[in-house]
């Protein structure tokens, strides 16, 4: 870089624009790149590991990622960025890199056993499809982490400092605060990564940082509500009271990180009050059981919330209780369904897609007195969508399936801010943003906040899309 700090900046939308996967955003000041969030992008498989292989810049001219959170739509597409040649810091916080050693070596299984099935299928057409990354990348990828407390300034790249903010989403999630130095002034730019819940069972609320120049905000609940968390006490006693009367088992489609710990959470609360009578509870994934010991190991983290330390304190470890049993073993999970008695179960994956959930279903869905419980988001053309909408008739393993099982849904667990949360907290943010860029959110979510937040008062909003570069100053 020459002497002197250049006049503007600039930010390239690259992904989670007009979507909620592939969250990418590259920051360029001088010849300094740095990327926020590397995501994998999820859904139609051929378009999306096309527009996954794809980066914004050449990843050997990328000086740092700085990273959000865990998830894979933020996180997925980072051991590619290192097979194709990046090779600086990944900066994110210590409970995030913790998670990414779990999440990033399943979804390099994932990765490796989809190009296998897909070369299956295709073999006579002479078509094949590479693994995206493998294990081996993966764990290279590992070795680039640089964890960081909350609320610590860090240098990112020459003329860059970073700091990552309680976010309240999920364990260790992070908003991403860069401030940049131009030839006349320091400019920061914040974005929330996936943002929590003013209320949150586990969680701390994000927390609002100070002086923010640039916004970039998730909008993915754009236009919509959430049910009040505190109903979900009451919501969940009364499916378990249902379900007692039937007398059969309970099974939950359960995403590992975050929901698996919160529903054990609940459940358990429930059970020690009274309020439902005693039921084993059989975590039935390894990733969940892997990740619920990150809780523990984290419950000094900020991001996790005041009241479930107090809780913890009082009550003991919700993770530990009596009614919990964690299966590991496949030959273990098989021999649940013969267990005699009542029992909730908890498998993945959440959207029914694969996972240890599938063989509980096979078996279950067409037992009138299994209850099906959705707490989790279903996308569409998921076997989780079809149970949750009422299908009468699914396919699984190959074979047709009568439902008679009673499904239910519960929609108080979402992770993610709704319009309220999302208008708190950017009314909040003092002084106002100069510009105000709606990410991670389907274009109609984004219109919804757009047009709410200028009801507020609040202009300036951009609704960036794939590919689209702005330049700052
Ligand atoms: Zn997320």
Known sequence: MADNPPLTFSIKFH????????????????????????????????QSLEKSRTFPAEPASISA??????????????????????????????????????????SALIQEEDAKFFNKLHADEGVTIEPLYTLADA??????????????????????????????????SAMVRLSLKTLKRTRHVLFTGDLGRRDALIMNPPKIPHHVDY????????????????????????????????????????????????????????????????????????????????????LDSLSISDDFRRYVSRNGDPFEGPAVHYVRMSEESKRIMNLPGRKIIMAGSGMCEGGRILHHLRNLVGEGNTTILFVGYQAQGTLGRQLA???????????????????QRMKHFSAHADQDDLDWFIQGLSPRPEKIFLVHGGQEQREALKAHLENQGIGRLELPHYGERFELD
């Open 215 to 298: 916004l970039l905000t998730e909008s993915t609940y754009g236009g919509r509500r959430h049910p009040e968390i505190t109903g979900v006490a009451e919501a969940l006693t009364e499916i378990i009271l249902r379900s007692e009367k039937e007398n059969g088992p309970l099974l939950i489609p359960t995403f590992a990180l975050e929901r698996a710990q919160e529903l054990i959470y609940m459940l358990g609360k429930l059970m020690a009050r009274g309020k439902i009578k005693p039921i084993p509870i059989y975590v039935d994934s390894p990733m969940a059981t892997d990740i619920t010991g990150l809780f523990q190991k984290h």
């Open 15 to 46: 992904g989670g624009v007009d979507e909620v996967t592939g969250s990418r955003h590259l920051v360029e000041l001088g010849d300094k790149r740095v990327l926020l969030d590397c995501g994998l992008f999820q859904g139609h498989r051929l």
């Open 389 to 407: 909408e009422g299908a009468k008739k699914v396919r699984i393993f190959g074979l047709t399936h009568d439902v008679a099982a009673q499904i």
């Open 139 to 172: 764990e290279k990828t590992l070795g680039f982490l640089v964890p960081h407390p909350y609320d610590e300034h860090f240098p990112v790249a020459e003329g860059m400092e970073g700091s990552l903010h309680n976010a309240g989403h999920v364990l260790g």
């Open 65 to 106: 990622v700085l990273l959000s959170h865990a998830h894979i739509d933020h996180s997925g597409g980072l051991p590619l960025l290192v097979k194709q040649g990046f090779s600086g810091a990944i900066h994110c916080t210590a409970p995030t890199a913790d998670l990414l050693s779990i999440m990033l070596r399943d």
